[in-house]
């Protein structure tokens, strides 16, 4: 079988997670697959008479199975209905409910009124198959039937960095990660939780920032600016900064139609580097089942401060929920899950042509 991963050149966190990390994972396994991911299609397109363009060609060389990554253009929907007809199975991956992204995200303008979100959904119900990190995902996108989770997960390398609750720090550090301008209504969940957890710790704790913190402090009444790192494009980089930084991380999302659906990413990612997290009660960051659940103020408050007062506690915590991601939430758990996936596409397409399953020999795994 051999495979072809198309993406965007953007959303780095999203290439690393959905594609990069998935592909590396593979190929270190050795299963029986040739992969090979690029930055869009190679298209024929001609004028149309009202000034547009079509798509009237796609090379999809001699590729088996081609997974766009959100395909939200109506090109990307043309490229879906050509591979289809040329016999390649075409999976659509995503990652998050585009129709869902809230008002205020810097987002919503692209995905609702430019129309994005309405096209991946029309690209998912042509594909042979969609992937995604969560079932809240596939029930909005493959009401057809043809729908896989493979949930997001770390590289055993960055699970195995020096934890953060081997640290003896004389302040512990509160941290969140993210942009609050694309998140204008995330960490206002908490209410005067934070604050009434940093007043409580006042001179032992801190708050910060990792990424950009606008009006954070006006958003949730605190006391002092909280410091800011400015964020870290590159992943991996990103991902050792944030564990040698953050002792204690905080996960608050507002329960909406699209955190919902959204991956445990977060809470994921802050025991993979043994931070002691404290996290909202969204249906994934329940299912995934790592850190402290919190959803009145109260409950911000008492579990954060009990991160900065019992340092015997966040060090047991966090470390028991990072044993639990190095024994199932790594990349290397996830790899076959994805290759069967895309053997299931490969079944749909030949079933939908009435075929036979391809009788082409598998390829050795790509070096």
Known sequence: MRVLVVHSAGSAGSVHYRVDEPVRAIRESGIDVDIHTTVGLSTTVRPTADGGSEVTDVDAGDFDVVVLQLPKTEAMLQSVRILKD????????????LSGVPYGHMAHGAMLRRGMAKLFLECAREADLVTASTPGLIEEYAPHGRGVVVPNAVHRSIAELPPAYEREPGTITVGWTGNVFGHPYD?????????????????????????????????????????????????????????????????????DR???CKSWLKPLEYSARGVFCVRARTPEYERLGLGLPAKSPKDWAKWIATGVEDADRRRELAAAARDKVLAGHLTEHTAERWVAAWRTALDNSAKRRGAGRPSAGLAPAAR
Do not use: C
Request: proline share 2%; charged share 25%.
């Open 86 to 97: 040329k016999g390649v199975a075409v999976v659509a991956e995503a990652d998050d409910l």
């Open 258 to 260: 699209f955190n919902e």
């Open 187 to 255: 960490l206002q969940e908490m209410g005067s939780g934070l604050r009434q957890a940093l007043d409580r710790t006042r001179g032992r704790s801190k708050f910060v920032v990792f990424g950009q913190k606008w009006d954070a402090a006006q958003r949730l009444g605190l006391a002092e600016e909280p410091e800011e790192i400015l964020w870290v494009k590159d992943t991996h980089g990103y991902l050792a900064l944030m564990g040698q930084v953050f002792d204690i991380g905080i996960a608050p999302l507002r329960m």
